[in-house]
């Protein structure tokens, strides 16, 4: 499925308001989230390269959207960002690097994606919103849910060298990713 049988070009793009300047060049916190394959991980220990994309959230599509969705700046697109992830992950990997996806849904609803979307890259979860706490991660608000704005970081050994914030439009964002990894990795 492409952005454009998901997304009219009539969505608002988002701006930056510079609620991530601050990300560039910190350290990842030891937090531990849960994952898809059941496992823990803490984020400021992972070794190496990694892509961490951070997204609103997963729709299903047996449940609509929050009233209002498309309207929200940003808001629209986590499906298509993932699977690009997805289609460039070999590529990814070629550079030594690992991915992750990260948002406040739990790790079950999670799951259904990952396995309907065939991610072979786990997705976090983080439903207490502690990168936010710790990090001042950006969220908004549908739907009486605080949900994480989309923005993707890239760290080597803890330490966050890159961030793309906002990701717009967010099906290209693995292609921006992968440019700035060629270059500066």
């Given at each position: ?12 793009v988002?701006?930056?308001d510079?609620t ?15 994952a898809t ?7 400021g ?29 940003g808001?629209?697109?986590c499906?298509?960002q993932?699977?690009s ?5 070999a590529?990814?990997?070629s ?12 790790t ?15 997705l ?23 949900l994480?704005k ?10 966050v060298q890159?961030v ?5 439009p967010?099906?290209?964002n ?11 990795a």
């Amino acid at each position: 499925m492409s952005l454009s049988e998901l997304q009219p070009n009539t969505l608002p793009v988002p701006t930056d308001d510079g609620t991530a300047n601050h990300l560039a060049g910190i350290t990842l916190p030891h937090l531990t989230l849960g994952a898809t394959n059941g496992n823990l991980v803490d984020i400021g220990a992972i070794a190496g390269l990694v892509v961490l994309y951070i997204y609103p959230m997963t729709g299903r599509p047996d449940t609509p959207l929050p009233d209002g969705w498309d309207v929200m700046p940003g808001a629209r697109g986590c499906t298509p960002q993932a699977c690009s992830f997805r289609d460039h992950f070999a590529e990814l990997q070629s550079l030594n690097t690992e991915v992750y996806g990260l948002s406040a849904q739990t790790t079950e609803y999670q799951l259904e994606a990952k396995q309907r979307l065939h991610f072979p890259f786990e997705l976090l979860s983080d439903p207490a919103l502690q990168l936010k706490s710790v990090l001042k991660i950006p969220t908004f608000t549908a739907a009486e849910m605080e949900l994480y704005k989309r923005l993707t970081l890239i760290a080597r050994d803890g330490h966050v060298q890159k961030v793309f914030y906002p990701v717009f439009p967010p099906e290209r964002n693995a292609d921006e990713v992968l440019s700035w990894l060629r270059e500066n990795a």
